[in-house]
């Protein structure tokens, strides 16, 4: 990802959401050495960080609170500011953040539209808060093969960027790109990426990598992901034909079926909706969810699989001899997208870096 950018662009790695899944601070431990920030939704995650001895200035992306801010180091965290709110929060806590003003231009989530923008200069010049950046968001940059939207969200932003620096001056920090702007508009990147999904191997959407595939041909660089999700075989067992599976007898056996059972459910975040769609992995041989996946349990078909025992690993996410299912795949199924797939393992799953 990095090769990517001009040499004086600064890499931020968002690894909110357990790191999408990954685990906080097994992946931060991993990527200190090579990026510039980290990126974390909340102040709780950016105390997790600071608290861990992970060395690396963080930018908190989501809304902070006044009553968090005292468990924050302003010498180690930089707050996103898209309120006047918290302007005012600042000044009246007598707290000295670096402050990075997101700015709307065409997604309507966080961003001060230009009115506010013009008030939240002003005030930050009388309170003498310390202003470092500028960014924007990006709405319809990874759903799609048509970027006349987002190239649209970057002129406006470039046109706010202009303004910003007639009233206040140039500041050091300019982001607009996420994974898919990063991989594909070189003139999104200004001073600073922040790159989430594909840093865990993973493309942003099927159309990120066909416009990808686009430019630099099937040969291009690829991406690989770092993560499996593992479980164990628990039960084996025979059941004849005919016979119900799981709650609310949604599945019949068509056959004489060998039925295995894992200790993995939605509880640990493996998707209800993949109840009777699932694929898992045993033997490097794909095995089909059969009836509804239960909170801590789930069923799997394991006729056609020979030689498995109770104790066999079984990948719920991971490649196994010629066979793989991954995030995509399981999104898919679930009519999901990878991102929610993966930061939805849940916290109690153990990571484990190899
Ligand atoms: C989550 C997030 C990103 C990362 O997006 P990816 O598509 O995962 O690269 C970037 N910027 C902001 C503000 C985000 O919330």
Not at 5 to 14: I, S, Y
Not at 51 to 56: A, L, N, Q
Not at 199 to 226: A, C, H, M, N
Request: hydrophobic residues 40%; proline residues 4%; contains cysteine.
């Amino acid at each position: 990802m990095k090769d990517l950018l001009h040499k004086d662009t600064k890499f931020l790695a968002v690894i909110k959401a357990n790191a999408y899944g990954h685990g906080l601070l097994q992946i931060a431990k991993l990527l200190e050495p090579y990026v510039d920030f980290f990126g974390v939704h909340s102040a709780q995650e950016a105390y997790t960080l600071l608290k861990s001895g992970i060395d690396c200035q963080i930018l908190i992306l989501g809304p902070v609170f006044s009553h968090q801010l005292p468990i924050l180091n302003p010498a180690r965290v930089h707050l996103t500011c898209s309120t006047l709110h918290l302007i005012e929060a600042l000044h009246n806590n007598g707290f000295s953040f670096p402050l990075h003003l997101k700015v709307e231009t065409g997604t309507y989530r966080q961003g001060f539209v230009l009115e506010d923008l013009e008030k939240a200069l002003k005030k930050i010049k009388e309170y003498g808060l310390p202003l470092v950046g500028l960014s924007t968001h990006f709405a319809n940059i990874e759903d799609t093969l048509d970027h006349s939207y987002a190239k649209e969200q970057l002129r406006k932003y470039k046109e706010i960027k202009n303004l910003v620096e007639k009233k206040i001056g140039k500041l050091q920090f300019y982001h607009t790109a996420c994974s898919a702007a990063v991989l594909l508009f070189p003139e999104t990147h200004f001073s600073l990426v922040r790159s989430g999904i594909s840093i865990y191997g993973y493309w942003p959407s099927r159309e990120t990598k066909l416009s990808w595939q686009y430019k630099f041909g099937e040969d291009g660089p690829q991406l690989k992901p770092v993560l499996s999700w593992k479980t164990l075989l628990s039960e084996i067992k025979w059941v004849k034909k005919g016979e119900y599976i799981g709650y609310g007898c949604t599945y019949k056996t068509t056959r004489k079926t060998k039925l295995g059972v894992l200790p993995i459910g939605y509880y640990d975040g493996y998707d209800r909706k993949l109840s009777n769609k699932g694929i898992v992995l045993i033997k490097g041989q794909r095995a089909p969810v059969l009836g509804r996946v239960c909170m801590n349990l789930l069923m799997v078909d394991l006729t056609d699989i020979e030689d498995v025992s109770v104790g066999d690993v079984v990948y719920l996410i991971g490649e196994e001899g010629e066979e793989k299912v991954t995030a995509d795949t399981l999104a898919d199924l679930a009519q999901t997208i990878n991102y929610e797939i993966l930061s939805r393992i849940s916290i109690s799953v153990p990571r484990i870096v190899i």
